[in-house]
Protein backbone atom coordinates (compact mmCIF):
# COMPACT_ATOMS: atom_id res chain seq x y z
CA UNK A 1 0.00 0.00 0.00
CA UNK A 2 3.12 2.43 0.83
CA UNK A 3 4.40 1.87 -2.47
CA UNK A 4 1.81 3.78 -4.53
CA UNK A 5 1.68 6.26 -2.07
CA UNK A 6 5.90 6.38 -2.41
CA UNK A 7 5.99 6.88 -5.94
CA UNK A 8 4.40 10.53 -5.97
CA UNK A 9 3.37 10.27 -9.21
CA UNK A 10 0.04 12.83 -8.84
CA UNK A 11 1.31 14.75 -5.27
CA UNK A 12 -1.93 14.84 -4.25
CA UNK A 13 -2.31 13.20 -0.53
CA UNK A 14 -4.93 11.07 0.43
CA UNK A 15 -7.09 11.66 2.78
CA UNK A 16 -8.95 8.50 3.69
CA UNK A 17 -5.62 6.98 5.11
CA UNK A 18 -2.87 7.44 7.29
CA UNK A 19 0.16 9.57 5.97
CA UNK A 20 2.56 7.47 7.79
CA UNK A 21 1.51 3.60 8.05
CA UNK A 22 -0.89 4.22 4.56
CA UNK A 23 -3.61 2.60 6.56
CA UNK A 24 -7.30 3.77 6.94
CA UNK A 25 -9.24 3.26 10.16
CA UNK A 26 -9.99 6.45 12.84
CA UNK A 27 -7.75 9.32 11.55
CA UNK A 28 -6.77 12.97 12.75
CA UNK A 29 -6.53 15.59 10.02
CA UNK A 30 -3.55 18.36 10.64
CA UNK A 31 -5.06 22.02 10.84
CA UNK A 32 -2.59 23.33 8.21
CA UNK A 33 -2.37 20.49 5.48
CA UNK A 34 -4.54 17.80 3.94
CA UNK A 35 -2.19 14.80 5.72
CA UNK A 36 -4.38 12.86 8.15
CA UNK A 37 -3.10 10.50 10.91
CA UNK A 38 -3.42 7.74 13.26
CA UNK A 39 -3.29 8.63 16.74
CA UNK A 40 -0.47 6.42 17.44
CA UNK A 41 1.05 7.59 13.65
CA UNK A 42 1.64 10.88 15.15
CA UNK A 43 4.90 12.11 16.16
CA UNK A 44 4.90 12.95 19.40
CA UNK A 45 2.37 9.59 20.08
CA UNK A 46 -0.89 11.02 20.85
CA UNK A 47 -3.53 9.20 23.38
CA UNK A 48 -6.63 11.12 22.90
CA UNK A 49 -7.21 13.58 20.11
CA UNK A 50 -6.10 17.11 20.95
CA UNK A 51 -8.18 19.68 21.50
CA UNK A 52 -8.69 22.89 19.44
CA UNK A 53 -6.12 23.25 16.49
CA UNK A 54 -3.56 20.74 15.31
CA UNK A 55 -0.37 20.76 13.38
CA UNK A 56 1.56 17.64 12.34
CA UNK A 57 4.97 17.62 13.15
CA UNK A 58 5.92 17.84 9.32
CA UNK A 59 4.16 21.40 9.26
CA UNK A 60 6.16 22.43 12.77
CA UNK A 61 8.90 21.63 10.69
CA UNK A 62 8.74 22.96 7.56
CA UNK A 63 10.83 26.37 6.89
CA UNK A 64 8.86 29.28 7.86
CA UNK A 65 9.39 32.86 6.74
CA UNK A 66 12.54 34.57 8.63
CA UNK A 67 11.60 37.93 10.42
CA UNK A 68 13.27 40.68 8.60
CA UNK A 69 16.06 42.26 10.99
CA UNK A 70 14.51 45.34 12.74
CA UNK A 71 17.44 46.79 14.11
CA UNK A 72 18.85 48.77 11.41
CA UNK A 73 15.30 49.97 10.64
CA UNK A 74 14.53 51.20 14.10
CA UNK A 75 18.04 53.15 14.11
CA UNK A 76 17.21 54.67 10.48
CA UNK A 77 13.31 55.67 12.01
CA UNK A 78 15.34 57.11 14.82
CA UNK A 79 17.49 59.39 12.49
CA UNK A 80 14.47 60.24 10.93
CA UNK A 81 12.53 61.80 13.51
CA UNK A 82 15.70 63.66 14.92
CA UNK A 83 15.74 65.64 11.63
CA UNK A 84 12.62 66.18 11.59
CA UNK A 85 11.89 67.50 14.98
CA UNK A 86 11.72 71.36 15.03
CA UNK A 87 14.91 73.00 17.21
CA UNK A 88 13.67 74.81 20.29
CA UNK A 89 14.16 78.44 20.29
CA UNK A 90 15.32 80.44 23.54
CA UNK A 91 13.61 82.31 24.94
CA UNK A 92 13.38 86.35 24.40
CA UNK A 93 15.13 88.30 26.89
CA UNK A 94 12.93 91.24 28.96
CA UNK A 95 15.09 93.84 29.20
CA UNK A 96 17.20 94.70 26.20
CA UNK A 97 19.67 96.54 28.96
CA UNK A 98 20.94 92.81 30.11
CA UNK A 99 23.87 92.40 28.17
CA UNK A 100 25.64 89.33 30.39
CA UNK A 101 25.42 86.10 28.65
CA UNK A 102 22.94 83.08 29.78
CA UNK A 103 24.78 80.29 31.02
CA UNK A 104 24.78 77.14 28.77
CA UNK A 105 22.08 74.84 29.68
CA UNK A 106 23.03 71.57 31.11
CA UNK A 107 20.99 68.07 29.14
CA UNK A 108 17.82 67.07 30.69
CA UNK A 109 18.53 63.87 32.51
CA UNK A 110 15.57 62.57 31.04
CA UNK A 111 16.79 61.95 27.47
CA UNK A 112 16.92 58.89 25.94
CA UNK A 113 20.04 56.19 26.27
CA UNK A 114 23.24 57.40 24.11
CA UNK A 115 22.61 54.39 21.95
CA UNK A 116 19.95 56.22 20.06
CA UNK A 117 21.12 59.72 20.06
CA UNK A 118 21.81 60.53 16.45
CA UNK A 119 23.37 63.78 16.98
CA UNK A 120 25.84 63.26 13.94
CA UNK A 121 26.42 61.19 10.61
CA UNK A 122 29.41 59.32 12.62
CA UNK A 123 26.88 58.28 15.17
CA UNK A 124 24.68 57.04 13.00
CA UNK A 125 27.10 55.05 10.98
CA UNK A 126 28.48 53.92 14.42
CA UNK A 127 24.96 52.51 15.53
CA UNK A 128 24.36 50.91 11.69
CA UNK A 129 27.62 49.22 12.06
CA UNK A 130 26.88 47.47 15.59
CA UNK A 131 23.42 45.87 14.29
CA UNK A 132 25.13 44.70 11.72
CA UNK A 133 27.82 42.89 13.23
CA UNK A 134 25.67 42.10 15.92
CA UNK A 135 23.11 40.42 12.92
CA UNK A 136 26.29 38.76 11.76
CA UNK A 137 27.13 36.87 15.42
CA UNK A 138 23.45 36.03 15.36
CA UNK A 139 23.43 34.16 11.85
CA UNK A 140 26.83 32.25 12.97
CA UNK A 141 25.43 31.39 16.28
CA UNK A 142 22.10 30.06 14.34
CA UNK A 143 24.40 27.53 12.25
CA UNK A 144 24.10 24.87 15.19
CA UNK A 145 20.78 25.54 15.42
CA UNK A 146 19.81 24.74 12.27
CA UNK A 147 21.86 21.76 11.98
CA UNK A 148 20.12 19.98 14.99
CA UNK A 149 16.92 20.88 13.23
CA UNK A 150 18.05 19.09 10.21
CA UNK A 151 18.87 16.03 12.02
CA UNK A 152 15.73 15.88 14.11
CA UNK A 153 13.99 15.77 10.94
CA UNK A 154 16.31 12.73 9.56
CA UNK A 155 15.14 11.05 13.03
CA UNK A 156 11.34 11.77 11.96
CA UNK A 157 12.09 10.16 8.77
CA UNK A 158 14.28 7.36 10.08
CA UNK A 159 10.70 6.57 12.46
CA UNK A 160 8.41 7.32 8.82
CA UNK A 161 10.29 4.38 7.04
CA UNK A 162 10.25 2.03 9.94
CA UNK A 163 6.21 2.19 10.21
CA UNK A 164 6.52 1.81 6.52
CA UNK A 165 4.56 -1.58 5.39
CA UNK A 166 7.64 -2.06 3.09
CA UNK A 167 9.87 -1.57 6.47
CA UNK A 168 10.22 -5.80 7.52
CA UNK A 169 13.09 -6.51 5.64
CA UNK A 170 15.35 -3.62 6.09
CA UNK A 171 15.08 -3.42 9.73
CA UNK A 172 17.84 -5.65 11.20
CA UNK A 173 21.24 -6.56 9.71
CA UNK A 174 20.85 -9.51 7.44
CA UNK A 175 22.08 -13.00 9.26
CA UNK A 176 25.37 -14.78 7.62
CA UNK A 177 23.45 -18.02 9.12
CA UNK A 178 20.29 -18.00 7.44
CA UNK A 179 21.85 -16.30 4.09
CA UNK A 180 25.58 -17.45 3.79
CA UNK A 181 26.40 -15.80 0.64
CA UNK A 182 24.86 -12.45 1.57
CA UNK A 183 28.27 -11.02 2.70
CA UNK A 184 30.32 -12.49 -0.02
CA UNK A 185 27.91 -10.22 -2.51
CA UNK A 186 27.58 -7.51 -0.64
CA UNK A 187 30.61 -5.35 0.55
CA UNK A 188 28.99 -2.66 2.99
CA UNK A 189 26.08 -3.88 4.87
CA UNK A 190 23.18 -1.39 6.05
CA UNK A 191 20.10 -1.56 7.79
CA UNK A 192 17.75 0.97 9.33
CA UNK A 193 18.05 -0.57 13.16
CA UNK A 194 22.11 0.38 12.67
CA UNK A 195 20.80 4.16 10.75
CA UNK A 196 19.05 3.94 13.95
CA UNK A 197 21.85 3.63 16.69
CA UNK A 198 23.83 6.34 14.65
CA UNK A 199 20.88 8.83 15.60
CA UNK A 200 20.98 8.06 18.97
CA UNK A 201 24.64 8.04 19.85
CA UNK A 202 25.11 11.38 17.82
CA UNK A 203 27.63 9.59 14.99
CA UNK A 204 25.88 11.29 12.06
CA UNK A 205 27.51 14.89 12.31
CA UNK A 206 25.36 15.92 9.03
CA UNK A 207 22.48 14.68 7.46
CA UNK A 208 24.41 13.70 4.17
CA UNK A 209 25.64 11.17 6.31
CA UNK A 210 22.29 10.00 7.58
CA UNK A 211 21.40 10.08 3.54
CA UNK A 212 23.99 8.26 2.71
CA UNK A 213 23.35 5.51 4.86
CA UNK A 214 19.90 4.79 4.20
CA UNK A 215 20.40 5.06 0.56
CA UNK A 216 22.79 2.20 0.83
CA UNK A 217 20.32 0.21 2.04
CA UNK A 218 18.35 0.30 -1.08
CA UNK A 219 21.95 -0.55 -3.02
CA UNK A 220 22.66 -3.71 -1.13
CA UNK A 221 19.07 -4.79 -1.78
CA UNK A 222 19.25 -4.31 -5.39
CA UNK A 223 22.80 -5.59 -5.73
CA UNK A 224 21.72 -9.18 -4.04
CA UNK A 225 18.26 -9.84 -5.16
CA UNK A 226 16.78 -10.04 -8.67
CA UNK A 227 14.75 -7.50 -9.84
CA UNK A 228 10.80 -9.20 -9.81
CA UNK A 229 11.40 -10.92 -6.17
CA UNK A 230 9.42 -9.90 -3.16
CA UNK A 231 12.43 -8.00 -1.48
CA UNK A 232 13.28 -6.14 -4.28
CA UNK A 233 10.30 -4.97 -5.08
CA UNK A 234 9.78 -3.61 -1.06
CA UNK A 235 13.23 -1.67 -1.80
CA UNK A 236 11.91 0.05 -4.46
CA UNK A 237 8.74 1.31 -2.71
CA UNK A 238 10.58 2.00 0.40
CA UNK A 239 13.06 4.03 -2.14
CA UNK A 240 10.83 5.78 -3.47
CA UNK A 241 9.02 7.11 0.19
CA UNK A 242 12.28 8.11 0.97
CA UNK A 243 13.25 10.14 -1.81
CA UNK A 244 9.72 11.64 -1.47
CA UNK A 245 10.18 12.33 2.12
CA UNK A 246 13.53 13.89 1.75
CA UNK A 247 12.41 16.71 -0.86
CA UNK A 248 9.14 17.79 1.46
CA UNK A 249 11.55 17.95 4.80
CA UNK A 250 14.25 19.86 2.50
CA UNK A 251 17.14 17.47 3.16
CA UNK A 252 17.79 17.16 -0.22
CA UNK A 253 19.34 20.37 -0.13
CA UNK A 254 21.76 19.41 2.30
CA UNK A 255 23.39 16.58 0.32
Known sequence: AGGSAAGGGSGEIDRDICFVCRD???????????RCFHLYCADPTLEVIPVGDWSCHFCLLAPRPTRKRKATAKVLAASASASAAPVPKSAPSRSRKETKPKPTP???????PKKLSLSSDGDAAEDLDFAENADNRRSTES????LAKQLKSCETLWRELKNHSEAGLFLEPVSAERVPDYHTIVK????LGTVRQNLKFGRYASPTQFITDVRQIFINCAEYNPTRTREARA?????????????ELGLDQSV
Not at 106 to 112: D, H, I, M, N, Y
Not at 143 to 146: D, E, H, L, N, Q
Not at 188 to 191: F, L
Open 235 to 247: GIKLSLFFETRLS
Open 106 to 112: KPSSRRG
Open 143 to 146: RGGT
Open 188 to 191: NPMD
Open 24 to 34: GGELLLCDECP
